[in-house]
T-cell receptor, first 111, second 112 residues
Framework: KNEVEQSPQNLTAQEGEFITINCSYSVGISALHWLQQHPGGGIVSLFMLSSGKKKHGRLIATINIQEKHSSLHITASHPRDSAVYICAVSDSGGGADGLTFGKGTHLIIQP | DARVTQTPRHKVTEMGQEVTMRCQPILGHNTVFWYRQTMMQGLELLAYFRNRAPLDDSGMPKDRFSAEMPDATLATLKIQPSEPRDSAVYFC??????????FGEGSRLTVL
């Protein structure tokens, strides 16, 4: 079973700062997901990636398969980015099979 | 606007009662997951289905939990009898093959 570690667990930053959240896993994967969960809210899929880099607005996700590591970056952070960010990996042959989740990074962006 | 729909959103019940949670996956999605989220454990996979067939329910306590997909538009998760330690948020998610996952809003269960 894959072990998924995220860091930091908690992060408080000022509006406008560049944010980096890290995720490492122990066993080779077929895909890695970054998810966002607002307090008391549902879960939204931000990215699914298996190599390289993806960008969506102010969010950038990168993955290094050899090092078993991924990062999620937020540029020009805003208070509405405050949420829990969860890394999840898929071990088997496809992005939608039985995900293993990290514990999440609780991000607070202060105005 | 396609989305995964879960009911009920909130449920408070007494220990020993039966609880049924329902999920309507996005039309055309062939994979459905049930996850549980607690403060202590985070998100855990309980069960998942592909083309309505159960593929993995090893994360589910078999003595009290059951998951079914009676048709392509409905997945159910049943707990009987419920216990206080079952209190959690239960998420349903659906996907298509190797694609992205879409999560429902969750069902928050409190067992007194």
């Amino acid at each position: 079973k894959n072990e998924v570690e995220q860091s930091p667990q908690n992060l408080t930053a000022q509006e406008g700062e560049f944010i980096t959240i890290n995720c490492s896993y122990s066993v080779g994967i077929s895909a890695l997901h970054w998810l966002q969960q607002h307090p008391g809210g549902g879960i939204v899929s931000l990215f699914m990636l298996s190599s390289g880099k993806k960008k969506h607005g102010r969010l950038i996700a990168t993955i290094n398969i050899q090092e078993k590591h991924s990062s999620l970056h937020i540029t020009a952070s805003h208070p509405r980015d405050s949420a829990v960010y969860i890394c999840a990996v898929s071990d088997s042959g496809g992005g939608a099979d039985g995900l293993t989740f990290g514990k999440g990074t609780h991000l607070i962006i202060q105005p | 606007d396609a989305r995964v729909t879960q009911t009920p959103r909130h449920k408070v019940t007494e220990m020993g009662q039966e609880v049924t949670m329902r999920c309507q996956p996005i039309l055309g999605h062939n994979t459905v997951f049930w996850y549980r989220q607690t403060m202590m454990q985070g998100l855990e996979l309980l069960a998942y289905f592909r083309n309505r067939a159960p593929l993995d329910d090893s994360g589910m306590p078999k003595d009290r939990f059951s998951a079914e997909m009676p048709d392509a538009t409905l997945a159910t998760l049943k707990i009987q009898p419920s216990e206080p330690r079952d209190s959690a948020v239960y998420f349903c998610a659906s996907g298509r093959g190797v694609g992205e996952l879409f999560f429902g809003e969750g069902s928050r269960l409190t067992v007194l």
